[in-house]
């Protein structure tokens, strides 16, 4: 069960159910976040607990049960959609976000560049990496600091929020310094001492599916920064590994529908690295936003075929304009907008 507690309630209110709690014999998990505080009743028998022993207490908004193994990611928790605010720009709404950039962030003209014709062509999030996990040591790393700055740059030409990846808890601080919103990489998404500093943070996470994680994995990895306390977290489809090699990896379409079936977090589809291939994004897209995605992720550059990484899967400018066009009657056709 979950005691959440009154957005403002009192430090004496959260004490006195903590000690109810403690009294009945169960353990308390604690989350403060910055809007409110949720308390978890840890217990083999919890669910013999009767609500209203709680609710009637000061400073109770309500209790729950969760069936699921992850709780405040759980569906249960709350029946309303949860909605991401960055900047004006509500992730989990009606309208669908596209967030829209390089892998990396190669040069300060390169993303200037880029972020005038991906805000041009309708997309309310710029993304680009600084920090890169490679899978050779010997490729280009990314360019730290300076690529983070020069996002920053092309926020402020542009008004559009930011979204960069952070690798591990020491790059933290840096990364919030500069980014709109943490990214968890795929390769990070079982980092469980990485999720846990997340959770302590104010920025919005968006945290990816590993690549060979379940959907529970993933939401049982949302819910270590949720009992953080960070309320503010999406997670996204990027694609998994199966025996088929005619893509680098498979797009989970399925995945969409099942996270909004399980879970009120907002839900991205990450076509670029779901398919590797610029090709399949296009239409791998429509199937994304079809399937109830609330955001996608796409990624784009000024010339792929001398991207520093990831230029098979990159759109052009062209084609990114392109796609927006393409999506906007399938956003409509399931009750969206574009
Ligand atoms: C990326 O977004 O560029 C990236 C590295 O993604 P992933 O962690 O999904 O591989
Ligand atoms: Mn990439």
Redo the contacts with the bound molecule.
């Keep these: 069960m979950i005691i959440v507690m009154q957005q403002g309630a009192l430090q004496s209110q959260v004490e006195d159910v903590v000690k109810r709690v403690e009294s009945l014999g169960y353990k308390v998990h604690l989350s403060r976040g910055e809007a409110r505080t949720i308390i978890g009743i840890i217990g083999a028998d919890e669910h013999i607990l009767q609500p209203g022993t709680f609710e009637a207490m000061d400073g109770v908004e309500k209790t729950m049960r969760v069936m699921q193994p992850f709780r405040i990611a759980s569906r249960d928790f709350t029946h309303q959609d949860s909605i991401v605010s960055v900047d004006g720009v509500q992730i989990g709404g009606q309208k669908i976000v596209v967030m829209a950039g390089p ?2 962030v190669e040069s300060r003209e390169m993303i200037l560049e880029t972020a005038h014709a991906v805000k041009e062509a309708g997309a309310s999030i710029l ?1 680009g ?1 600084a920090f ?2 490679r899978s050779s040591p010997y490729s280009f790393q990314g360019l730290g600091e300076e690529g983070l700055r020069y996002l920053a740059e092309a926020r402020e030409q542009t008004g559009l929020p930011i979204i960069t ?1 952070v690798m591990s808890a020491d790059e933290i601080e840096l990364v919030c310094d500069y980014a709109d919103i943490l ?1 968890v ?4 998404t079982q980092n469980y001492s990485l999720l846990k500093v997340l959770g302590k943070q104010s920025k919005p996470v968006m945290l ?1 599916r590993g ?1 060979s994680s379940t959907i529970q994995e993933l939401l049982m990895s949302a819910e270590y920064i949720l009992s953080g306390g960070n309320m503010q977290v999406m997670v ?1 489809e ?2 998994i590994r199966t025996f088929e090699t005619a893509t680098r990896f498979t797009f989970d379409v399925n995945a969409v529908p099942v996270l909004k079936e399980l879970s009120h977090l907002p839900v991205v589809a ?1 076509t ?2 779901g398919t590797g291939k610029w090709s399949l994004v296009n239409p791998v897209t429509r199937a994304a936003v079809a399937a109830g995605a609330d955001a996608i ?1 796409v ?1 784009v550059h000024p010339n792929p075929a001398s991207a520093w ?2 230029g098979a899967q990159s759109l052009t400018l062209e084609r990114f304009a392109q796609l927006m066009r393409d999506l906007r009657p399938v956003a409509q056709a399931v009750g969206r907008t574009l």
């Design positions: 892998c990396s993304r990496g890169k996990p990846e990214q990489g795929a390769r990070n990816k690549m996204c990027r694609g990450d670029a690295h992720m990624e990484s990831d």
